[in-house]
């Protein structure tokens, strides 16, 4: 592993905060400037021994509680995991700033522990790593980086964070100054659009259908930090730079971003957090095998989105699956190719 003095044991395991049949365990990252850290893997065991996992990677003001998603994969026969980053959900402790981070890479030791148990300790012979939005942002750097360990077998990627949802002369030179500024203290918090309407769309104490815990993802979020907008504009920098990711990768979006500032029922079919065009226009710079796929009605979180639009999402996630990441052992049949013009792009939309 990258981390060669990280070393976990997943038998000190105790029942998750879902309840039965989730269990969690406590990875120990050490100290920093504030203190302790920790991150925490969820585990979900499919009902037959799997030689299949997936690794589930939450976004921005966010956890794992999507239980919906482990169903999907279990009953395919995978076993889930899901992992609360340090500073976030299971693993935010109360001397730290909430998802704070100094560099995206911060997080590679947990995932790489993660990759550790998942392949070597409980013996998975395949992984397919699922991030959304800031969580897609930050494995498809991880797979990057870890191109020549051939732990990633597919990559799903749900709404990625690859750009600020903002015009250019705010993304590039202004926020530039903005960061240049703060660069000596990164804990400063930067005034920024809140996350409200979208988390009025998704919480049942409002106008959702999903219930979780808002001391971990609040309606409104959490402040930004210099440091923290500094580390996802350094990633996002990289990404464009194009990165070379072995495995197939799945980037999956909405058909449409809301633009407004008040609640209209868009809210309810579209990302109000992320521009997709962004999201489609960076997907090929992942490697040489992306595809894409876009859904009418979808929201940000796209397993969060209406019944019927959850269920195309579904079903286009398991036909991917199947024709890119199938069983160990499958023999290798060859996968149809776009033209040379557009090979790295295979682009579907569904309605």
Not at 223 to 242: F, N
């Amino acid at each position: 592993m990258a981390n060669g003095a990280l070393v976990s044991n997943l038998t000190s395991v105790e029942t998750d905060v879902l309840g039965p049949p989730y269990e969690r365990h406590t990875i120990d990252l050490g100290s920093d400037d504030e203190g302790p850290v920790i991150a925490t893997l969820v585990r979900r065991r499919a009902d037959r021994p799997a030689r299949r996992a997936v690794l589930y990677v939450h976004g921005f003001v966010d956890y794992f509680f999507q239980t919906h998603l482990a169903d999907f994969f279990v009953e395919r026969g995978w076993d889930f995991y899901a992992i609360d980053l340090r500073k976030y959900g299971r693993s935010l402790l109360p001397h730290q700033t909430p998802n704070f981070a100094r560099s995206l890479s911060d997080y590679f030791p947990e995932l790489d522990e993660a990759a550790r148990i998942i392949r070597e300790q409980d013996g998975h012979e395949q992984m397919l790593v699922a991030g959304h939005s800031t969580g897609g942002l930050i494995t498809a750097l991880w797979s990057h980086a870890r191109s020549t360990n051939g732990w990633v077998d597919g990559l799903f990627l749900n709404s990625p964070f690859f750009d600020f949802n903002t015009s250019w002369l705010v993304r590039r030179p202004l926020m530039s100054v903005v960061v240049g500024m703060n660069s000596r203290n990164p804990y400063r918090q930067i005034p920024a659009a809140t996350l409200g309407l979208y988390g009025e769309s998704l919480h049942s104490d409002h106008r959702g259908e999903w219930t979780y815990d808002l001391a971990w993802k609040p309606i409104l979020g959490f402040p930004v930090t210099a440091g923290w907008l500094h580390a996802i504009r350094r990633g996002q920098a990289r990404l464009r730079r194009g990165l070379a990711i072995k495995a197939p990768a799945l980037v999956a979006c909405s058909a449409r971003t809301f633009h407004g500032k008040e609640w209209t029922e868009d809210v309810r079919v579209t990302d109000a957090v992320l521009d997709v065009d962004h999201i489609v226009r960076w997907a090929p710079m992942l490697g040489r095998h992306v595809t894409i796929a876009r859904f009418d009605g979808g929201l940000h979180d796209l397993t969060l989105s209406g019944k019927d639009v959850r269920a195309d999402v579904f079903r286009e996630l398991g036909q991917w699956m199947d024709a890119y990441v199938p069983p160990p052992g499958t023999p290798e049949t060859p996968v149809p190719t776009a033209p040379e013009d557009d090979a790295d792009d295979k682009s579907r939309t569904t309605a």
